[in-house]
């Protein structure tokens, strides 16, 4: 898949989930817990893909509606660590199981989390780095 039609899928995507799951509980009160949301996109398609990032976080202020998140917790684990584990838990070596993401080359990943790690110095009050277990 292009970098770019990627991007485009999990921008839509998310203006979907936004608009019929995440506003309507937003306004009833709930607390909304997401896996991922656009600082993901930042660093995976903007970091990750080197799509261009101010176009990328432009897209992500389109597709959010403007919403940011007020926490976000970063799970930081080396790289090589990081992919052993999914590869562990989509199956290792069964490539039915695995994700688009897993089979990235490592340099990949590496960037991945460099922009993670951009995303935690750039707002440090928002991003809560949590150092994994590497055992």
């Not at 970098?3 to 999990?10: I, K």
């Not at 309507?24 to 996109?41: I, Y």
């Not at 039915?96 to 009050?125: D, M, N």
Request: with cysteine; aromatic share 8%.
């Amino acid at each position: 898949m292009a970098p770019l039609s990627e991007l485009f899928l999990y921008e839509a995507a998310r203006a979907q989930h936004v608009r019929e799951v995440i506003e309507p509980l937003l306004k009833n009160g709930v607390t909304v817990l997401c896996d991922r949301f656009a600082d993901a996109t930042t660093a995976y398609q903007g970091y990750g893909r080197r799509l261009d990032l101010p176009w990328v976080e432009s897209l992500n202020h389109l597709a959010t509606g403007d919403r940011s998140l007020t926490s976000h917790f970063f799970l930081d684990c080396p790289p090589g660590k990081g992919l052993e584990r999914a590869l562990e838990e989509t199956g290792g070596g069964n490539w039915t199981k695995r994700a688009r993401f897993e089979e990235e080359r490592l340099s990949f990943h590496r960037r991945v989390r460099k922009g993670y790690l951009a995303i935690a110095r750039k707002e440090p009050q928002r991003v809560k780095m949590i150092e994994c277990a590497t055992g």
